[in-house]
Nanobody, 124 residues
Framework: VQLQAFGGGLVQAGGSLRLSCAASGRTFSGYLMGWFRQRPGKERELVAAISGSGVSTYHADSVKGRFTISRGNAQNPVYLQMNSLKPDDTAVYYC??????????????????WGQGTQVTVSS
């Protein structure tokens, strides 16, 4: 069972990127899913999450109004649209799933399937 985040890259401040999460080994339909990031010198933090039904979403205050999480299909179960990027958004971004939970949770320990990250670098 694997998740792989991709879509990162180098972008200027104010630009946009769309991150995708590729799934293999199982379907993640109905799973709570989230996007985390780890900025240089800081702990991993939850950026956005979406419930298994897609009805409930969470966005961290630091990205609210700029980032949008959405559900996709079986091959790409979750996306993160990032607009108005700032240098402070520079981080490795990870997608994650909670295989035993469908409802919303912002607790990192809830997520037990993690993908390899993708680097996002925002230049000023």
């Amino acid at each position: 069972v694997q998740l792989q985040a991709f879509g990162g890259g180098l972008v200027q401040a104010g630009g946009s990127l769309r991150l995708s999460c590729a799934a293999s080994g199982r379907t993640f339909s109905g799973y709570l899913m989230g996007w985390f990031r780890q900025r240089p010198g800081k702990e991993r933090e939850l950026v956005a999450a979406i419930s298994g039904s897609g009805v409930s979403t969470y966005h961290a205050d630091s990205v609210k109004g700029r980032f949008t999480i959405s559900r996709g299909n079986a091959q790409n179960p979750v996306y993160l649209q990032m607009n108005s990027l700032k240098p402070d958004d520079t981080a490795v971004y990870y997608c994650a799933a909670a295989q035993y939970r469908s409802s919303m949770s912002i607790e990192a320990r809830t997520y037990d399937i993690w993908g390899q990250g993708t680097q996002v670098t925002v230049s000023s």
